[in-house]
């Protein structure tokens, strides 16, 4: 397989925030201009807003109630995040309120995080962008930025800056993700703040920003992809980490280690402007012939540097072939150069990743390997078989891998073969595919989710119902678990877009799920398997739709929620659901893509925070 970024992009993984869904949630919106009130002529042209109606005004009287609530509750940060969501919803409504609230929650999250620092310079840990206290500011920052920037950019510079490598501090992560956050909605600020970060030398978040400029204004994103450029150029250390992360940038189709690759769906941007295609890979060509060096190289990356850098000039050689070919002759020639220091076993992977060859020889080795390494070589012969569209043979492979690992490497395999089968609309193969996989409910329902995406589109409403209603079945057939409640979720999410009466039922089987798992706030890892966390989980789908039909009802299995954090973030997502019912139009129903996706409840319950 390729040397992949969960390997040899560590590097750059750590220089990144895990964006929670809730980070990227919440598009803000304009508000009315209160004093047109006073002006006759202004006020024609001035929306009014509509006076809040009796379940709005019950709406904004239990968000207060839960805001309370909120400040005893155990975790911290369950406390910040769901204050900052509260806040969110307040700010339409009572922006001083709201304002008082993004003001604590921030001093709190940054009080947690420079306490932090101070407890990880004695102990001599590295990368303070990776830990929780660090996610939090950053989350209440972009929040916040959402609403007032100016606001935003103030507290920012408050935060204690921690140098974590030569062109990356506590304040240039926060700021390009506050950049990230912005530029669906406010591609011109969000812009502005990249290119005054960019001045302080090269940021691989900047990557984040081209990305989200990119779909919402592709002009500007042309403007800060030079300036990035440029300061690449000026970065010698980390010349080939910065060209792997403009790469992606300027030509979208190239596979990275991301779900749509290993899905083999392609990015919605298929081209970009060809003279920034000619500038990028005349700046690689430059650096491949200058072998460009310098500058300390940071540890993590020293240690895949060889392997990393092949590889990324390597997968760009397709490119010059079709934009300098005249100068594919002298790339081919250092990349010769570059193979010498690296690993055979690491080259081989590069420059075989889809041949059969690969495959025979991964599987010849991992007879005569030791026991130790025989799972490892049989699960990548395995999933490049799968990756390959080769399911029959992964699935043969993944039959010589130990029996504790075989079955979840056998779950991913028909995961992929299932999704692939979704792409090509044959949702029977897709069907079969997932009902070999019995003791992984998340992987079941984002299938069936997928199912009903695309049936729905193709206006076959009761096919997907009928698709969705099996897939509660097989889920409730599972243990009790975390992953089993966010599954039933997840599927309900797509039924209350098909029918309503059904969602009220599944809902019920959803609170139920809830209150037999264990929760903790955090995803967490038991067995090699990761454990669904209350903070990654969006309630708002399910328990808003419902309640623009049901306020009382949806309210009832909202409270009905054993998890204190967990009742609260529902509560809010039921209260969100009826202000948006009542305040907007179907059309701007459709646009507004606020997620509340971080739980949080009112009952008390010793199952909370565990």
């Known amino acids: 397989m390729l040397v992949h970024l969960k390997t040899i992009f560590y590097f750059l993984l750590l220089l990144s925030i895990n964006i929670s869904a809730f980070a990227q949630a919440a598009d803000s919106k304009k508000t009315v201009d209160d004093k047109a009130k006073n002006s006759s002529k202004r006020s024609k042209m001035t929306k009014v807003p509509k006076p809040l109606s009796p379940q709005q005004q019950q709406a904004i009287g239990i968000i207060g109630q839960l805001s309370g609530t909120a400040k005893f509750l155990d975790n911290q940060q369950s406390k910040i995040l769901i204050r900052i969501r509260i806040a969110e919803l307040l700010w339409k409504y009572d922006e001083p309120q709201a304002r008082k609230l993004f003001e604590d929650v921030f001093q709190e999250a940054n009080t947690a995080f420079s306490e932090s620092q101070k407890e990880a310079k004695t102990k001599q840990q590295n990368f303070p962008q990776v830990s929780t206290e660090f996610q939090l500011l950053n989350t209440v920052l972009n929040a ?18 921690v140098k974590v490598s030569m062109n990356q501090n506590s304040q240039s992560i926060l700021a390009m993700q506050m950049a990230t956050s912005l530029a669906s909605s406010n591609p011109e600020s969000a812009a502005q703040i990249a290119l005054e970060n960019l001045n302080n030398g090269f940021n691989p978040m900047i990557g984040g920003v081209l990305h989200e400029l990119q779909h919402s204004n592709p002009a500007l994103a042309e403007q800060v992809f030079a300036k990035a450029l440029l300061a690449a150029r000026n970065d010698p250390a980390n010349t080939f980490i910065n060209i792997r992360v403009l790469s992606n940038y300027v030509f979208p189709s190239l596979e990275t280690d991301s779900l749509e690759a290993v899905l083999g769906r392609a990015s919605e941007v298929t081209s970009i402007n060809p003279t920034l295609v000619q500038q990028f890979l005349s700046f690689v060509y430059e650096t491949v012939l200058s072998k460009a060096e310098g500058g300390t190289v940071d540890v993590m990356y020293a240690r895949y540097k060889p392997s990393f850098d092949y590889q990324t000039i390597y997968q760009l050689l397709p490119f010059f072939e079709k934009y300098l070919p005249d100068r594919v002759g002298d790339v081919r020639a250092q990349l010769n150069e570059m193979s010498r220091t ?18 025979d020889d991964l599987k010849n080795k991992a007879d005569s390997a030791p026991l130790s390494m025989k799972d490892s070589l049989y699960t990548q012969a395995a999933m490049l078989a799968s990756r390959n569209g080769s399911t029959d043979q992964a699935l043969s492979i993944a039959l010589s891998i130990s029996i504790e690992k075989r079955e979840d490497i056998i779950s991913l395999i028909h995961y992929q073969a299932a999704m692939k089968a979704i792409g090509k609309e044959d949702f029977d193969d897709a069907y079969r595919h997932t009902q070999k996989i019995t003791k992984e409910p998340r992987i079941s329902s984002i299938i069936f989710s997928q199912i009903a995406k695309s049936l729905n589109q193709k206006k076959q409403n009761n096919k997907a119902i009928e698709f969705l209603k099996d897939a509660e079945i097989m889920i409730d057939k599972c243990a009790s678990s975390p992953n089993k409640a966010y599954a039933l979720l997840e599927i309900t999410n797509e039924m209350v877009k098909l029918d309503i009466t059904r969602g009220f039922e599944m809902l019920r089987s959803v609170v139920k799920a809830f209150n037999q798992a264990e929760f903790s706030i955090d995803n967490r890892n038991e067995a090699g398997k990761v454990i669904i966390g209350l903070s990654a989980i969006d309630f708002a789908p399910s328990f808003s739709k419902l309640a623009a039909q049901d306020f009382q009802r949806t309210l009832y299995l909202a409270q009905s929620l054993e998890l204190k954090d967990a009742s609260i973030m529902a509560q809010l997502a039921v209260c969100k659901g009826v202000l948006i019912s009542s305040q907007t139009s179907d059309a701007e129903k459709k646009e507004d893509k606020s997620q509340f996706n971080k739980p949080t409840n009112t009952k008390n319950s010793n199952k909370s925070n565990q």
């Open 144 to 161: 916040i930025v959402r609403h007032d920037r100016p606001w935003a950019e103030n507290l920012r510079k408050t935060v204690t800056d």
């Open 342 to 359: 690296v690993p055979a076993p690491q080259l081989d992977s590069i420059t075989n990743t889809n041949s059969q060859t690969r495959i």
